[in-house]
């Protein structure tokens, strides 16, 4: 009922299987709960949920405030792992940071005698003492198991239980009946005269694709007999056949050179997920494209054109032959080397405007309406360079516990426009479209003791018009070597701050780390106006160390600094991508500064934390797409350890590009598909 695995009430020392991801809801007078679970390692399973305590007020001194709301994180470790003769072991914590007011340590011992799976165990604080259960799983009637446990939760003791009513419940024998059906969840239980309910979804992480990718377009694979060199490099329409061929599968910004024996080219491909797959498929165009004669082919992938990785072919003969069949992968792979360039490598490579054309008609580059760039609810219009317009008509944000008290919603439309000035410059702009709200009902002002850097949200509702500039900014990106990377921004950064500021980052040689320092001075927006000013600025500095474990695609994240609102301090970030592509995790900041913001009673203290999923929509559709869906469980009524939106973070830049297929770590992975 409160997330972890376990039978009712009471954990069992079994996790779900790993990159397993949950999301349920569950009833248990007086408690409503919102949970989530994921099985971030083998051994390690991590819970998150948001509790409404039925009759308990949220605040001690606004009786209009509602009732008490409550985040709980909880975890699960497996110390030993079942085997013939000795049973699991596990050691678990509920609700160990916060407030704690459900906090609860526990040991337990599970061990499975073929349907029947029993648990013992023992738990303190909130779980009082001896605990067990078990669960009886028939061959006979699939899907469903029927579960028995001693419930040892002292409810007594739970956070004002003489006010909920929790205090008249004895815990004890509970027996319950579970239904699952593919991802699909259920369980009613009974205690004495007290009934429950859970419902959830679970979704395989490790899964690599959920649905087959049948609309995905086949790689070029037409054999034309190509002229000797001298002939092809004085005829145009020969460059001209391997841009066009490019450009109908997708690719961008395509600079191409050819010189005796060594064809260069650089690219990007805004759509393909896997950069080595993109890559593969760049390759397979120009081998089968290129005179005879080439010995070498270079081709350089781009992101926002600054270079990320080149890939060279030193025995195009050899690769040739193994996109035609003829020679084993093990063979080829020797023959291609991966490693990082600076744009130095790339000055000499001609941009596609400059490259001979045999049909002047066609110097314009192709427009490209995309209906299937991954995401359902966005339209976008791109063209050959970096240039794009979208338009998302659906978005959609929660906000927790405003100062009102309840949940509230925001749904609004994006309509955005990306412009490619050359030589890694961009114009960005978006205008947002309110739709449908009710954090403009918010009518009490935030408490927040610190600069209200972010808890103003509802007064950007409340004055702001339907239609208002969300964003408009120039873009300078660099790299100055083949591991430094910059940027420098100018503009609208978000709907609350204006102002401008850069970024230069060092990624390391093996990509497993990177360092990066982002500084911004930055002026709070009005929200009366799209144009406008309040009177409050800041210069935010952060320095980021970045560090990857390729093995479980764990990233960790410490960013020390100065925030949004002066506070200095530490955040803390750590993710998992899973084999789906989907990523989840967590942040926790602590600084100098103690924000008091309600439900808090007086002398609370609130560091920010919070969990998010960011999924990759390429993953549940026909047609690969980089386009993702994210979702962050966060509160709105907080100022401390903020940060503002980044016009253009470089880590998240290079890192999924560059390091995408993190169980491998080899950039050759799908090369060929």
């Not at 050179?257 to 797959?277: C, F, K, N, W």
């Not at 054109?305 to 792979?333: C, Q």
């Not at 023959?335 to 008609?361: A, Q």
Request: no cysteine; proline share 5%; glycine share 8%.
């Amino acid at each position: 009922m409160l997330g972890q695995t376990g039978h009712i009430f009471m954990p069992d020392a079994r996790i779900a299987d790993e990159g397993t991801l949950r999301f349920g809801i569950s009833k248990d007078d007086p408690y409503f709960t919102l949970w989530s679970s994921v099985t971030v390692l083998p051994r390690l399973e991590l819970s998150a949920r948001f509790t409404k305590i039925d009759g308990v007020p949220g605040s001690a001194t606004d009786p209009e405030f509602g009732d008490f709301r409550d985040k709980s994180f909880d975890a699960k470790a497996v110390l030993l792992k079942e085997s013939r003769y000795f049973p699991q072991l596990s050691i678990g914590a509920q609700d160990f940071t916060g407030t704690q007011i459900s906090k609860a340590n526990f040991v337990a011992l599970s061990k499975r005698f073929g349907p029947m799976d029993f648990t013992a165990g023992y738990g303190t604080d909130r779980i009082d003492g001896a605990f067990g259960g078990m669960r009886y799983s028939p061959s006979w009637l699939k899907n469903f198991s029927f579960v028995l446990e001693h419930d040892a939760t002292d409810y007594k003791k739970d956070f004002r239980a003489d006010l909920s009513g929790a205090d008249k419940r004895k815990g004890g024998s509970t027996y319950g009946v579970e239904f699952k059906y593919g991802w699909l969840g259920a369980m009613v239980s009974r205690q004495d005269n007290d009934s429950a309910v859970n419902l959830y979804v679970a979704i395989p992480l490790m899964q690599k694709e959920f649905v087959p990718k049948v609309h995905e377009p086949k790689p070029y694979t037409k054999m034309v007999t190509q002229p000797p060199m001298d002939i092809w490099r004085s005829d145009p329409r020969y460059t001209h056949q391997i841009v066009k061929e490019l450009e109908r599968q997708g690719f961008q910004n395509i600079k191409l050179r050819v010189d005796d024996g060594l064809v260069e080219a650089s690219l990007t491909h805004p759509r393909i997920s896997l950069m080595s797959r993109a890559i593969g498929r760049a390759a397979r165009t120009v081998l089968l494209l290129t005179p005879l004669e080439s010995k070498t082919i270079k081709i350089t992938y781009t992101s926002n054109d600054l270079p990320l990785l080149t890939y060279t072919i030193d025995d195009v003969s050899l690769v040739r032959r193994y996109f035609t069949g003829e020679v084993a992968w093990d063979d080829a792979r020797s023959h291609i080397m991966v490693e990082s360039t600076g744009l130095s490598g790339m000055s000499k490579l001609n941009t596609l405007s400059d490259l001979p054309r045999y049909d002047e008609e066609e110097k314009t580059p192709s427009q490209n309406a995309d209906t299937e760039g991954g995401d359902v609810l966005q339209y976008r219009r791109q063209s050959s360079s970096l240039s794009g317009s979208y338009i998302a008509p659906f978005n959609l944000r929660f906000y927790f516990v405003n100062p009102n008290g309840n949940a509230s919603y925001d749904t609004f439309a994006l309509f955005g426009h990306t412009q490619h000035l050359g030589n890694s410059l961009f114009l960005n702009g978006a205008a947002r479209l309110t739709l449908f709200e009710n954090i403009g009902d918010v009518t009490k002002p935030s408490p927040s003791i610190l600069p209200h850097v972010r808890t103003d949200i509802a007064t950007y509702r409340q004055e702001g018009d339907a239609l208002k500039l969300d964003s408009l900014l120039m873009n300078k990106y660099f790299k100055p070597d083949k591991r430094v990377y910059g940027r420098v921004s100018f503009g609208y950064y978000e709907e609350m701050f204006a102002g401008t500021g850069g970024q230069i980052m060092y990624l390391s040689e093996r990509q497993d780390w990177a360092i990066d320092l982002s500084v911004d001075w930055l002026r709070q927006r009005a929200p009366e106006k799209s144009f406008g000013f309040r009177d409050y600025n800041v210069v935010t500095t952060l320095g980021s160390f970045h560090y990857r474990f390729p093995k479980y695609g764990i990233t960790t994240t410490a960013r020390i600094g100065r925030f949004l609102a002066k506070d200095e301090g530490v955040r803390f970030e750590i993710k998992r991508r899973f084999r789906s592509g989907i990523e989840t995790g967590i942040w926790f900041t602590h600084t100098n500064e103690n924000d008091l913001t309600q439900p808090n009673r007086p002398g609370d203290r609130f560091r920010d934390k919070g969990l998010f999923i960011s999924v990759p929509l390429g993953s549940m559709l026909t047609k690969d797409t980089q386009q993702r869906s994210s979702l962050a469980l966060v509160e709105a009524t907080r100022d401390v350890g903020q940060m503002v939106t980044s016009p253009g973070d470089l880590y998240r830049l290079v890192e999924r590009p560059l390091m995408l297929d993190s169980q491998e770590h080899n950039p050759l992975t799908d090369f060929a598909k």
